[in-house]
């Protein structure tokens, strides 16, 4: 994605590492609250 990205909006490629970063921050936050609403849920059904 860093590669359509960065050329669009004119950033050098040395921006690209952190478009990447960007993604996997976003992803691991993700997958985080996705686990904890799966325990809150898991927790109020019992």
Do not use: E
Request: hydrophobic share 55%; no cysteine; proline share 7%.
């Amino acid at each position: 994605m860093s590669l359509f990205i960065g050329p669009a909006l004119g950033l050098p490629g040395r921006f690209a590492p952190l478009f990447d970063l960007a993604a996997l921050a976003a992803l691991v936050y993700a997958l985080v609250n996705i686990y904890q609403l799966w325990r809150m849920r898991r927790d109020s059904q019992g």
